[in-house]
């Protein structure tokens, strides 16, 4: 099915640890976006990407990296885990600046212990 | 970037009609009005987007005042699948902050049946 898959759904990690998120689309979308959002809130952009080769911080970049080789996939990097980036995070994509919407994946619940 | 505000929470009838209000006062010409939605445990979901004149779609309509300040989503039965919350963004699509949504704390809906 055509959509934003990430992976994986839940994950608990130590204090300190490094782990990498997983997000791929299959609908040849050039905009892809991260996003995480805490408890009552509202998302709040982490990285976002406009093409292969290219991305850009948004509001709260700090503690994730990420990388876009290639069109499809689209991973956030962890560094150093922190409890404060205990979140459910998701993936986004769009076609373009102008198509009318994103397609937002089902999330990744991750707790920092 | 221009704000948007909505009412924190709102409630309805099952299969009457909900007016999801929200203010925009610092709109610009070139700022189009996007609402999305976001189900329990689910990541959001685009609805419905407009620049000037009311949309509709098979999900909701979009009315947009004439001065542009405010815009309403409308949905049309409310259903308790509508229970949700909603968010209003401002979408620049001439300029490169257009390549990102960013997000409110939208108004939570209630649908009591």
């Known amino acids: 099915n055509a959509g934003v898959t990430q992976t994986p759904k839940f994950q608990v990690l130590k204090t300190g640890q490094s782990m990498t998120l997983q997000c791929a689309q299959d609908m040849n979308h050039e905009y892809m976006s991260w996003y995480r959002q805490d408890p009552g809130m509202g998302l709040r952009l982490i990285h976002y990407?406009?093409?292969?080769?290219?991305?850009d911080q948004g509001e709260v970049p700090n503690g994730y990296n990420v990388s876009r080789s290639t069109t499809e996939d689209f991973p956030l990097r962890l560094l150093s885990a922190a409890p404060s980036q205990t979140s459910v995070y998701f993936c986004?994509?769009?076609?373009?600046?102008?198509?009318?919407?994103?397609?937002f994946g089902s999330g990744t619940r991750l707790t920092v212990v | 970037d221009a704000k948007t505000t909505q009412p924190n929470s709102m409630e309805s009838n099952e299969e009457e009609p909900v007016h999801l209000p929200c203010n925009h006062s610092?709109?610009?010409?070139?700022?189009?009005i996007h609402w999305y939605r976001q189900l329990p445990s689910q990541g959001p979901e685009y609805v419905i987007h407009?620049?000037?004149s009311n949309v509709n779609n098979r999900m909701a309509s979009l009315a947009i005042a004439e001065d542009r300040k405010s815009s309403t989503l409308i949905l049309h039965r409310a259903t308790l699948r509508d229970a949700a919350v909603y968010y209003c963004i401002l979408r620049d699509e001439t300029k490169s902050s257009g390549d990102k949504l960013t997000f409110g704390t939208g108004t939570r809906l209630a649908v009591r049946p």
């Open positions: 986004a994509s769009s076609y373009d600046r102008h198509s009318y919407g994103y397609t």
């Open positions: 610092t709109i610009s010409g070139t700022d189009y």
């Open positions: 407009g620049l000037t």
């Open positions: 990407s406009v093409g292969a080769g290219i991305t």
